[in-house]
């Protein structure tokens, strides 16, 4: 089993939908969690943490799921600029200096 | 404010050539330093990391090597590079554990012919 695990996609959205995407990881010890956003041909920018309690910004909310091990981003109101791929990010474990990054789950949304 | 910095961004380079790409962060001090690789269409590959001057350690056998000599410089080399090394490679720092989240630069496209 992978340590990081997301669906590829692609996610094909029209605007104003809310799409979901799940990312799972297999160390029940992990720390910390994160979603970056790639655009084609750039470096991966950090979109949100993931805290324990969920948290939100904006249109984008982030859950975790410590009991089946997910964790979840939603956006509400896609808009043709959140297309990307959108990387899911975990820590192993607490003093650990490397970052686990999973393959990413494309979005397109289409006008 | 922090930045990092990467360069060039892009490169086009002939088989067996050598290589060396720089990275260096301004605005924080003994940050965490990393070297990705994106080969196309893939995820990230983590290939070296640094928690200090001098201390490098790496994550997959290759005919790439890294070295710190300064606390805020990164530096990825290879004597001669093989079609296998195209790809993206990225920079990136934290400022100490990894809790925090990565920066990455905007990256080095290299293209090996």
């Known amino acids: 089993r992978k340590e990081v695990e997301q669906d590829p996609g692609p996610f094909n959205v029209p605007e104003g939908a809310t799409v979901a995407f799940n990312c799972t990881y297999s160390?029940?010890?992990?720390?910390?969690f994160f979603w970056y956003r790639q655009d084609c041909r750039k470096e991966p920018k950090l979109l949100m943490s993931?805290?324990?309690s969920g948290n939100e910004d904006g249109r984008f909310t982030a859950q975790l799921n410590r009991a089946s091990q997910y964790i979840s981003l939603l956006i509400r109101d896609s808009k043709l600029s959140d297309s990307a791929t959108y990387l899911c990010?975990?820590?192993?474990?607490?003093?650990?200096?490397?970052?686990?990054f999973g393959t990413g789950t494309k979005l397109q949304v289409i006008p | 404010s922090q930045t990092i910095h990467q360069w060039p961004a892009t490169l086009v380079q002939p088989v067996g050539s050598p290589l060396s790409l720089e990275c260096t962060v301004e605005?924080?001090?003994?940050?965490?330093l990393y070297w990705y690789r994106q080969a196309a269409g893939r995820g990230l590959q983590l290939l070296f990391y640094s928690v200090g001057i001098g201390q490098i350690s790496s994550e997959v056998p290759q005919n790439l090597s890294a070295s710190r000599p300064q606390d805020r410089q990164f530096i990825l080399s290879s004597k001669k590079l093989l079609l296998s090394d195209s790809g993206f490679y990225l920079c990136?720092?934290?400022?100490?554990?990894?809790?925090?989240?990565?920066?990455f630069g905007s990256g080095t496209r290299l293209t090996v012919v």
């Open positions: 605005g924080t001090s003994n940050p965490n």
């Open positions: 993931v805290y324990s």
């Open positions: 990136a720092w934290s400022p100490g554990e990894a809790n925090y989240g990565y920066t």
């Open positions: 990010v975990v820590n192993m474990k607490r003093g650990y200096q490397k970052v686990t």
């Open positions: 160390n029940s010890a992990s720390q910390s």
